[in-house]
C-alpha cells in the first residue's frame, strides 16, 4: 500500500517504482530527524552523560548512590597511584577500582571505609568501557586524617603493595601518561588539593564542609558556599623571524627549556599579561599577539594555561635573573632536533657536569604544542 505520509509528487513516484517503497521510507523517516531541532540533545551519549554528572553534583543522594557503582582512582599524598601500560613502552596509566575493591584494600590498611570514601571527588566524564560507571578520585594522606586507625610509618609501601600500583610523583606523572589520562590526574590532584586548602571559611572563618561530590564547599556557619577555582596564565612562545625564544628556570630538569610564563593579574587580559611577562622576564616589547589554545595544569595549584604566540621587533635580551636562569634565541633547526630528542634530562642529575643537548617539554604540556606548531609553520 502507497505510503500516506509522502508528498504527492513522492508518492507518485512510489506508485510508478514500487520496489523504492522501503527506501523512501527510509528517507523520509531520515529527513524528520534531520529537521529535529532537538536530535542532537536526545542522541548525544556526550550531553546526557554531561548533563548525569551535573545532576550528581547538585544532588548528594545521588552522588550516594552512584559512589556504590563508581570507579575509583588513588592519589597518596597527591601523587597518583599508577601501573604500567600496555600501549606503549614506558608510559604509565591510571588504575580502577570498584567501590567494593576499595573498601576491602583500605580495611587491609585499617582505615575506616565509611569515614574516608566521602572525602573522595567526583571526576568529569564517564568510564568510555562502562558508560554507566561514574568516575571518583580520593587522596591517602600520609598525616593523620579522619578514618585512619593508625599512623604507620610505612604507609606508602603497604599502599603500593596492597593496590599493585606505584606512587608517582605529579610532575614526573603528567609526562608519561596518555593525554586523557593526564587530564584526569590533572582534575583530581586540583580537586583534592584545594579541598584540603580550604577548610576554613574565607568570610566569616568558619569551618566548611563539602558536598559529596566535591564541586563546593559550604560554610556551616554563616551558610557561604565556595568553589574551586583555577589562576589564569599566559604561556607565550615569542619569536622574531626565525627564531624562537626560550628560557629555564634553576628547579628545571637540566636541559629543558620552555616557554615564558606568568599569572595574569587581577584587571589584565591574557594579551596583556604576555606583553607584561615578556617585559618583566626578558626586557623586550612584544610587537603582536595571537591565540592558540588552552589547558588546564596542576601546577602550582590549578592553573588554567592559555597558549599564545607573540612577535618582537628586536632580540636584544636583558634577562630577569631573580626570575630565570637563563633564556636564548633558537633556530629552527636547533628546534626540530629537540622536538625529535624528547626528554632527555628527565632522569638526569642537576648537578652533573654532562653536557645535556636542548629539549623542550614533552606532548603534555602546551608548551610543547607552542613550539612545535611554530616549527612546523616555519618548515611549510
Not at 551558610?223 to 577555582?229: G, L, S
Amino acid at each position: 500500500n502507497p505510503c500516506p505520509t509522502l508528498h504527492p509528487n513522492m508518492l507518485c513516484f512510489q506508485r510508478r517504482f514500487p520496489y523504492f517503497h522501503g527506501s523512501l521510507r527510509a528517507l523520509i523517516r531520515v529527513r524528520k530527524l534531520v529537521n529535529d531541532k532537538y536530535l542532537y540533545r536526545r542522541t548525544s551519549t556526550y550531553v546526557n552523560n554531561t548533563r548525569a554528572v551535573q545532576a550528581l553534583k547538585e544532588n548528594d543522594d545521588r552522588c550516594k548512590d552512584a559512589l556504590e557503582n563508581g570507579a575509583f582512582t588513588l592519589l597518596y599524598d597527591f601523587k597518583p597511584l599508577l601501573v604500567k601500560s600496555t600501549e606503549r613502552r614506558g608510559l604509565l596509566k591510571i588504575p580502577w577500582w570498584s567501590a567494593n575493591d576499595l573498601v576491602q584494600q583500605l580495611s587491609k590498611l585499617q582505615m575506616d571505609p565509611e569515614a574516608i570514601l566521602p572525602q573522595c571527588v567526583l571526576l568529569n566524564g564517564w568510564n568510555e568501557q562502562h558508560t554507566s560507571t561514574i568516575r571518583f578520585a580520593l587522596n591517602i594522606s600520609s598525616k593523620k586524617i579522619s578514618g585512619m586507625k593508625d599512623e604507620p610509618s610505612d604507609l606508602q609501601t603497604q599502599v603500593e603493595e596492597s593496590f599493585g600500583a606505584v606512587v608517582t610523583s605529579m610532575r614526573k606523572a603528567m609526562f608519561v601518561v596518555s593525554l586523557k589520562d593526564g587530564k584526569l590526574m590533572s582534575q583530581a590532584h586540583s580537586l583534592l588539593a584545594w579541598h584540603t586548602s580550604h577548610q576554613f571559611c574565607s568570610q566569616c572563618g568558619g569551618n566548611t564542609v563539602k558536598n559529596l561530590a566535591g564541586s563546593k564547599r559550604r560554610c556551616t556557619a554563616c551558610k557561604a558556599e565556595h568553589y574551586p577555582h583555577m589562576y589564569p596564565v599566559g604561556i607565550v612562545l615569542v619569536t622574531h623571524e626565525d627564531r624562537c625564544l626560550l628560557a629555564r628556570q634553576k628547579q628545571f630538569p637540566p636541559g629543558m627549556y620552555t616557554a615564558l610564563a606568568g599569572f595574569c593579574d587581577i584587571g589584565e587580559c591574557v594579551e596583556e599579561t604576555v606583553r607584561r611577562e615578556v617585559a618583566e622576564e626578558v626586557g623586550l616589547e612584544v610587537d603582536t599577539v595571537s591565540y592558540m589554545a588552552s589547558q588546564h595544569w596542576p601546577f602550582p595549584a590549578s592553573s588554567m594555561m592559555f597558549g599564545c604566540f607573540a612577535t618582537v621587533k628586536s632580540t636584544d635580551l636583558d634577562v630577569d635573573k631573580a626570575e630565570l636562569e637563563d633564556a636564548q634565541w633558537f633556530s629552527l633547526p636547533q628546534i626540530q632536533v629537540a622536538l625529535m630528542a624528547g626528554p632527555l634530562g628527565f632522569n638526569r642529575s642537576k648537578v652533573t657536569s654532562e653536557p645535556i643537548p636542548l629539549w623542550v617539554p614533552p606532548k603534555e604540556a602546551i608548551a610543547h604544542h607552542l613550539i612545535r606548531n611554530w616549527a612546523e609553520r616555519m618548515q611549510s
